[in-house]
C-alpha cells in the first residue's frame, strides 16, 4: 500500500513538472506565405510578346502591409521569434528566390513588383502556420513597430536605411529621376504622402493622376515636405474644435491653422508703428510746463503758454506744428530731430538645437 502511494505521487510530480514545463515555453506567434522561397517571374510583357515575357524577376521587391491598409507597413522576420526584422521591402535575390521570412498572426497585405515598381501581384491573404500551429516567440505588437509616414528628429545628419529627410525633395520610382531618393522601397510613403498631403505641400510634378500607386509606377516625382529651419506645433483643432491659440497672421499662403502641413512664424520680427508699446512720459524725463513731443501729422501744439525743453533748449509757442520726435522752436516751428531705435527686426526664436527630421519608408 505504501509503495503504491509513493508511485502514485512520483507520477503527480512528473505530471506537475510537465504542466510548468508547457505553461513556462514560449508562445507560439509566427507563420509564413506559400511566397516563400519560391522562384518569381515577370509575366508584364507576356501580351506583347516580348522576350522578357517569363524571365526570373531579379530586383523585385515585396512588401508587406498591415491589413485593409494600402500602404501601412508591417515587417517581416529572419526568425521564428519575430526579433530579427528582415530589410523593408524585401528584395528577391540574385535568382529573383524570396528569402525565408516570418509573419505574425493574422491576415497581410501584400504586394509584389519589379525593380521599377511594376505590380506583379497584389492581395490580402492569411498568414499560414498561427499561433496553434507552430514557431515561437512572443506576438509583436504592430503599433510598436516604425510605420510608413512615422516622423523622427535626430540630432544629427547621417543617412538612415528606411527613412528619408524631410527636406523637400523629390522620391519616386528607380527610374523616376527623384533629386531626393529614386527607389522602389519609396513606393509606400510615395502613396502615403499622395494620399494624406495635399499638392500644395507635396507636389507632383506634371500634374497629379488618378491614384497615387498609378503616379508613382508611372515613374513620377512627388515632393516631400520641407521641415527644413522647422520646429513640429499641433494642429488647432486636431479632431476637436479649434483652440485658437494660433493666430491667423502667422500663416503664410491659404494655410490656416487647422491646414494639415500647413507653414506658418518667422524667425525675427519688424515692429510696425501700431505695434510699438504705448507710453506715457514722467516728470523725470519732462520739466514741468514742456511739451515738445509730437508725432508727424497729428495737428499742433495747442498749449497757449510757452515751454522750454529739459535741460535748457530753445522755448516753443503755441500753434508750432508738431513733427516725429521733434524740438519745436518759437521763430521756426521745429528745432531738429531726436532718433529713437534702429528700425532692426528682433529675435522670436526660443532656445534651440539642430539636427534632422526623418520620415519613414
Not at 516631400?224 to 500663416?251: E, N
Request: charged share 10%.
Amino acid at each position: 500500500m505504501t509503495r503504491g502511494i509513493q508511485r502514485m505521487s512520483r507520477w503527480r510530480a512528473r505530471i506537475a513538472a510537465a504542466a510548468l514545463a508547457l505553461l513556462s515555453s514560449p508562445a507560439l506567434a509566427a507563420g509564413t506565405l506559400p511566397l516563400a522561397l519560391q522562384q518569381q517571374f515577370s509575366f508584364t510583357n507576356c501580351q506583347t510578346g516580348s522576350n522578357a515575357c517569363g524571365v526570373p524577376l531579379i530586383g523585385g521587391l515585396l512588401y508587406f502591409y498591415q491589413a485593409g491598409t494600402v500602404a501601412t507597413r508591417q515587417d517581416s522576420f529572419q526568425d521564428t521569434a519575430l526579433s530579427i526584422a528582415n530589410p523593408w521591402p524585401l528584395p528577391l535575390d540574385a535568382n529573383a528566390r524570396v528569402p525565408i521570412f516570418y509573419l505574425a498572426d493574422g491576415s497581410i497585405h501584400v504586394r509584389l513588383t519589379d525593380s521599377g515598381g511594376v505590380v506583379q501581384y497584389d492581395a490580402t491573404v492569411l498568414v499560414i502556420g498561427p499561433s496553434s500551429g507552430g514557431g515561437s516567440g512572443a506576438v509583436v505588437d504592430p503599433t510598436t513597430i516604425a510605420a510608413t509616414g512615422d516622423v523622427k528628429f535626430r540630432p544629427t545628419s547621417e543617412v538612415l536605411t528606411g527613412w528619408v529627410k524631410l527636406n523637400g525633395l523629390t522620391i519616386g520610382s528607380a527610374t523616376s529621376g527623384a533629386t531626393g531618393r529614386a527607389n522602389a522601397d519609396t513606393q509606400a510613403l510615395f502613396i502615403y504622402l499622395w494620399t494624406s498631403c495635399d499638392n500644395t505641400h507635396c507636389h507632383v510634378p506634371g500634374g497629379r493622376g488618378a491614384t497615387g500607386l498609378a503616379d508613382f509606377t508611372a515613374n513620377k516625382q512627388l515632393s516631400l515636405p520641407d521641415w527644413r529651419g522647422r520646429i513640429a506645433v499641433g494642429l488647432d483643432d486636431m479632431g476637436a474644435g479649434a483652440a485658437t491659440r494660433l493666430s491667423q497672421a502667422t500663416f503664410s499662403g491659404a494655410d490656416t491653422s487647422t491646414t494639415p502641413g500647413g507653414n506658418g512664424g518667422e524667425s525675427g520680427h519688424f515692429q510696425n508703428q501700431g505695434q510699438l508699446p504705448a507710453i506715457n512720459l514722467s516728470s523725470a524725463f519732462l520739466t514741468a510746463s514742456t511739451a515738445i513731443i509730437g508725432q508727424a501729422g497729428t495737428g499742433v501744439v495747442t498749449n497757449p503758454s510757452n515751454f522750454t525743453v529739459a535741460g535748457g533748449g530753445v522755448p516753443i509757442t503755441a500753434g508750432a506744428t508738431s513733427g516725429q520726435w521733434v524740438t519745436l522752436s518759437a521763430t521756426t516751428g521745429i528745432g531738429g530731430i531726436i532718433p529713437l531705435g534702429s528700425g532692426q527686426a528682433f529675435n522670436v526664436m526660443n532656445p534651440f538645437t539642430l539636427g534632422s527630421w526623418y520620415e519613414k519608408l
